[in-house]
Nanobody, 125 residues
Framework: QVQLVESGGGLVQAGGSLRLSCAAS????????GAWFRQAPGKEREFVAG???????SYTDSVKGRFTISRDSAKNTVNLQMNSAKPEDTAVYYC???????????????????WGQGTQVTVSS
């Protein structure tokens, strides 16, 4: 059984930083593709960042240069460092895992088989 558990969400002021972490059990991130999505109220779930099993990373344009996704193979976690946070980053953030080993990082939710329960991130202006 695969389980993903996010942590690290909370309230941060605009311009501040926050670090999200996702711990996996049942599968490893190092041999698969891990990603972060987010969903704001009334909006569709959107891709934020992903890290391929090869180590390549991918980001949506709005977070490039501000967010960094990383993987800790020893702890079997995928992390999202959020810097220079903006109010528009406010959303529930979800960790996801794709085990099909595509050649690129998938960017749409149906491509991921496993999901965490989500963690709220609120950026105040």
């Amino acid at each position: 059984q695969v389980q993903l558990v996010e942590s690290g969400g909370g309230l941060v002021q605009a311009g501040g930083s926050l670090r999200l972490s996702c711990a996996a059990s049942g599968r490893t991130f190092s041999g698969n593709c891990g990603a972060w999505f987010r969903q704001a109220p009334g909006k569709e779930r959107e891709f934020v960042a992903g890290i391929h099993w090869s180590g390549r990373t991918s980001y949506t344009d709005s977070v490039k240069g501000r967010f960094t996704i990383s993987r800790d193979s020893a702890k079997n976690t995928v992390n999202l460092q959020m810097n220079s946070a903006k109010p528009e980053d406010t959303a529930v953030y979800y960790c996801a895992l794709d085990t099909r080993r595509y050649s690129t990082v998938p960017t749409i939710p149906p491509e991921y088989q496993y999901w965490g329960q989500g963690t709220q991130v609120t950026v105040s202006s």
